[in-house]
């Protein structure tokens, strides 16, 4: 069923596999606040690690062919990691008229701010394992000693995090463990947080790291970049219509619901 786009400016469309793209939403609020957001959770297929790369990627094309329909957005922000290190491609060439801001590892920018040399990458094992992921390091990252670290639980303790959930310690540093190296009296300085659930941990990855580093979230420059890419509207101009958030399971639980309502979204129950 389409959504009525009501008058004035097409909404900003945000996917994630879960909730961990509220992180992003959170900056692009910030940068663009005459949008209207559409938040997108694809809770039915997550986590997407089990998911074999064909299938996941048929079953995301088709998921964007009836979610661009049904909102017709401005642009989509793509706020998981794993899904357009995937398919970002196949989106742009399926849905050439669409702008798609996408999220990668910030391996860049944590070559070029390192002291120590030793950068790791945390995050899903998809995303770990993709040629896109290693190909930014041999683009911006030869310099550098670059430990990729495939978590496979840290997404879905970051959910239970964002929903109130206890999550033991040692669940959490059984996670993020891998990331701290010591070689040749040199540190790991930099960990890049390369799955935008993981941000929402940044204080308790704080409080269990064996030696200070700089956690680095992308959220913001994936926020500016949005920005850069949306048409300006008048000074004055406010968005109309709620924001909303919409899970294709169709069964949001009432922490998730809750959780929405905190964000200023309106869950809305269809898929």
Same mark, same amino acid.
Request: glycine share 6%; charged share 20%.
């Given at each position: 069923?389409?959504?009525?786009? =009501?008058?004035?400016?097409?909404?900003?469309?945000?996917?994630?596999?879960?909730?961990?793209?509220?992180?992003?939403?959170?900056?692009?609020?910030?940068?663009?606040?005459?949008?209207?957001?559409?938040?997108?959770?694809?809770?039915?297929?997550?986590?997407? !690690?089990?998911?074999?790369?064909?299938?996941?990627? *048929?079953?995301?094309?088709?998921?964007? !062919?009836?979610?661009?329909? &049904?909102?017709?957005?401005?642009?989509?922000?793509?706020?998981?990691?794993?899904?357009?290190?995937?398919? !970002?491609?196949?989106?742009?060439?399926?849905?050439?008229?669409?702008?798609?801001?996408?999220?990668?590892?910030?391996?860049? +920018?944590?070559?070029?701010?390192?002291? @120590?040399?030793?950068?790791? $990458?945390? *995050?899903?094992?998809?995303?770990?394992?993709?040629?896109?992921?290693?190909?930014?390091?041999? @683009?911006? *990252?030869?310099?550098?000693? $670059?430990?990729?670290?495939?978590?496979?639980?840290?997404?879905?303790?970051?959910?239970?995090?964002? &929903? =109130?959930?206890?999550?033991?310690?040692?669940?959490?540093?059984?996670?993020?463990?891998?990331?701290?190296?010591?070689?040749?009296?040199?540190?790991?300085?930099?960990? $890049?947080?390369?799955?935008?659930?993981?941000?929402?941990?940044?204080? $308790?990855?704080? &409080?269990?790291?064996?030696? +200070?580093?700089?956690?680095?979230?992308?959220?913001?420059?994936?926020?500016?970049?949005? &920005?850069?890419?949306?048409?300006?509207? +008048?000074?004055? *101009?406010?968005?109309? =219509?709620?924001?909303?958030?919409?899970?294709?399971?169709?069964? +949001?639980?009432?922490?998730?619901?809750?959780?929405?309502? =905190?964000?200023?979204?309106?869950?809305? @129950?269809?898929?």
């Amino acid at each position: 069923m389409r959504e009525p786009a =009501g008058e004035g400016a097409r909404p900003i469309l945000v996917f994630d596999s879960g909730i961990g793209g509220l992180t992003v939403l959170r900056e692009a609020r910030v940068l663009i606040p005459e949008r209207r957001f559409i938040y997108v959770a694809d809770d039915a297929a997550f986590p997407y !690690g089990p998911w074999s790369e064909p299938a996941l990627s *048929a079953h995301i094309l088709d998921l964007f !062919g009836s979610l661009l329909e &049904r909102f017709e957005p401005e642009i989509v922000v793509i706020a998981c990691n794993t899904a357009f290190t995937l398919v !970002g491609a196949d989106l742009r060439a399926a849905f050439p008229h669409m702008p798609f801001v996408g999220t990668v590892p910030a391996i860049k +920018p944590a070559a070029e701010h390192t002291r @120590s040399g030793l950068v790791s $990458v945390l *995050a899903t094992p998809g995303t770990v394992k993709r040629a896109y992921t290693r190909d930014l390091i041999q @683009s911006f *990252a030869t310099q550098c000693e $670059v430990n990729l670290v495939g978590s496979p639980q840290l997404a879905r303790l970051s959910e239970a995090y964002i &929903r =109130g959930e206890t999550v033991s310690d040692d669940a959490v540093m059984a996670e993020i463990a891998p990331c701290f190296v010591e070689k040749d009296g040199r540190k790991t300085d930099i960990v $890049v947080l390369a799955c935008t659930h993981y941000p929402f941990m940044a204080n $308790v990855f704080r &409080r269990l790291a064996p030696w +200070p580093v700089d956690w680095l979230d992308p959220a913001e420059a994936i926020a500016r970049q949005a &920005r850069r890419l949306t048409p300006a509207l +008048p000074e004055a *101009a406010e968005p109309s =219509g709620e924001d909303i958030a919409v899970f294709t399971s169709g069964r +949001p639980d009432f922490s998730t619901r809750r959780l929405m309502q =905190g964000f200023g979204l309106k869950t809305i @129950s269809e898929a």
